[in-house]
């Protein structure tokens, strides 16, 4: 039998069901044939799209008690009241509307999130943490009002984690209130990555002197791309991560154009081939007067440990452990002793990607690599490793001091050389762990 879909306001109830449930069931079970009898009603309310959620209850006392339990309302917006094709929806409407206005409802009240003067990666990864630990079926408001700085890999991660929280909202809600002053996020597009009706949606902007916007690239997208110029994928990536460099640079070419083109290439092209997500998503920024460049890439695929799991001679027995052998060279999930490599393709991978662009970024900046339940950083000289609510996917920070960057071709070409000697402890038949990993980027790196 064909239904008449009609939305109504969110209700709330404080200790049990008001009348106006009560009556908005029995106008359903009227309107199904069955207004002589309350069970009858609820039952009709069991067949709604949100009932069906809950598990398919089909028995009215289980189902009334299950919304009485969640203190919501199963067939209120953001979902739908269903009646019988043939009653006027003129009234329906009406009945519903004037149980609304006889006052037996109210607004349910919106928690308030303020977020931190500091958008940087510790704070967006507490956020995180905190967002994890709430109760996605009640209503919520983020504050913006203490928001003052923030950096590229911040931002990325803040919106990851609101718009994740807000996919997993079926019954609540959330919207946002103090974020007009914030220009320079509204351009990078952060509070539309978000979620939220306001500024730029990713990458709009287009980018502009020293930065881009936070950016969500499609796979299909890139391999359009290719086709349309008949070019190879990896070659469609080189194409736009040099555009990219461009831009972020302010220079058609040198030193620092290249190291940026690599580090992007290399990374997008990790998330492709290795991650299975469909999407790559990222930002930067280039403080010129402080010669730092951040890199911020996020993916929400397999995972670091996963990932590197399908190579059978890697030993890894935690998410940390696939973190540190991940920025091993020659280390990957896919090419590994008895996997035959493709002739005459320069874009098949070769595991050196992350080593590379760490290693880069390591003289002078920082190297961040986010999976699973930790976060691990490389520096020069040193390392650190954080426990974190679970990740899904992937997040990279790559920092650049640019006065480091000179003689691009000469620092790439001797690291790979290095790269080929130490590729050579991971390449036998024996199973290599993490430790031998972690010594190395502690002597190596």
Not at 5 to 29: E, K, M, N, Q, T
Not at 132 to 153: I, K, M, Q, S
Not at 421 to 430: C, N, P, R, V, W
């Amino acid at each position: 039998m064909a239904q008449l879909l009609i939305p109504i306001g969110r209700l709330f109830y404080p200790d049990s069901v008001p009348p106006c449930i009560h009556y908005s069931a029995f106008v359903l079970g009227k309107h199904f044939g069955v207004a002589n009898s309350n069970d009858k009603a609820w039952g009709c309310v069991a067949t709604s799209p949100v009932c069906r959620h809950e598990g398919g209850l089909d028995r009215p006392s289980a189902t009334r008690n299950a919304l009485i339990g969640r203190r919501t309302l199963a067939y209120c917006a953001p979902t739908w009241i269903a009646s019988v094709a043939g009653v006027p929806a003129q009234e329906h409407r009406a009945l519903l509307g004037s149980a609304l206005r006889n006052g037996c409802t109210q607004e349910m009240t919106r928690s308030v999130i303020r977020l931190p003067p500091t958008l940087n990666m510790s704070n967006a990864l507490r956020l995180r943490r905190k967002l994890a630990e709430l109760d996605e079926d009640n209503d919520y408001l983020f504050d913006f009002e203490r928001v003052g700085h923030t950096d590229p890999f911040g931002l990325l991660l803040a919106s990851d984690a609101i718009s994740s929280f807000q996919s997993r909202q079926f019954f609540g809600s959330s919207t946002c209130r103090n974020h007009q002053r914030l220009s320079y996020q509204s351009v990078m597009g952060f509070f539309r990555a978000c979620g939220f009706e306001y500024g730029y949606a990713p990458g709009e902007a287009g980018g502009g002197t020293n930065y881009l916007p936070i950016t969500h690239l499609d796979y299909d997208t890139l391999n359009k791309e290719a086709e349309e110029q008949c070019i190879a994928f990896g070659e469609a990536i080189e194409l736009r991560s040099q555009r990219m460099a461009e831009l972020l640079s302010r220079q058609a070419d040198g030193d620092l154009c290249e190291a940026l083109t690599y580090a992007l290439r290399e990374v997008i092209r990790n998330v492709f081939e290795h991650s299975g997500a469909e999407q790559v998503q990222f930002c930067a920024q280039h403080w010129p007067s402080r010669n730092r460049v951040h890199l911020a890439i996020l993916d929400k695929g397999t995972g670091v440990r996963r990932s590197l799991s399908r190579n059978p001679y890697l030993t890894i027995d935690s998410d940390l452990d696939a973190l540190k052998l991940s920025l091993m060279p020659g280390v990957s999930g896919k090419m590994y002793k008895g996997i035959k490599r493709r002739k005459h393709d320069t874009w098949q991978n070769s595991g050196y990607g992350l080593y590379m662009t760490s290693r880069l970024a390591v003289n002078g900046g920082n190297f961040w690599i986010i999976s699973g339940e930790n976060a691990y950083v490389v520096a020069s000289g040193r390392t650190r490793e954080l426990h974190i609510s679970p990740f899904e996917g992937t997040a990279l920070r790559v920092s650049f001091d640019t006065a480091q960057l000179r003689t691009i071709q000469a620092k790439l070409k001797r690291i790979k050389k290095e790269g080929h000697e130490l590729a050579k402890l991971f390449s036998g038949a024996d199973p290599r762990g993490a430790s031998l990993a972690s010594t190395t980027i502690r002597t190596k790196f």
